[in-house]
């Protein structure tokens, strides 16, 4: 994935990391799993497999469906972080 797909905002002191993409050219499911990386300082492939918490392909297409909506938002825990995931391409992610 180029810099160009995604903007990231990284909060070190909220122990935060916001990253916004496209849904058109970025799996929601990948962007979750990049920026729960980026949070917790390990590489994408150290954590749990995403599918042990969500259906990534029903997420994926959740979020793909909603377009540019910010008001669609979903929220799970996952290797230690909180994750919000928003249809505008929002992905937030706070340490627990």
Do not use: C
Request: net charge negative.
């Amino acid at each position: 994935m180029g810099d160009e797909d995604r903007a990231i905002d990284r909060v070190p002191d909220a122990g935060e990391v916001r990253q916004t993409y496209e849904w058109e050219s970025t799996r929601p499911s990948m962007a979750v799993v990049e920026a729960v990386a980026a949070t917790t300082g390990e590489r994408p492939t150290d954590l749990d497999t995403l599918n042990g918490v969500v259906d990534a392909d029903a997420f994926d297409e959740l979020l793909r469906y909603a377009g540019d909506s910010g008001t669609l938002r979903v929220g799970f825990e996952y290797s230690g972080t909180s994750v919000v995931a928003k249809g505008d391409g929002t992905v937030v992610v706070r340490l627990d």
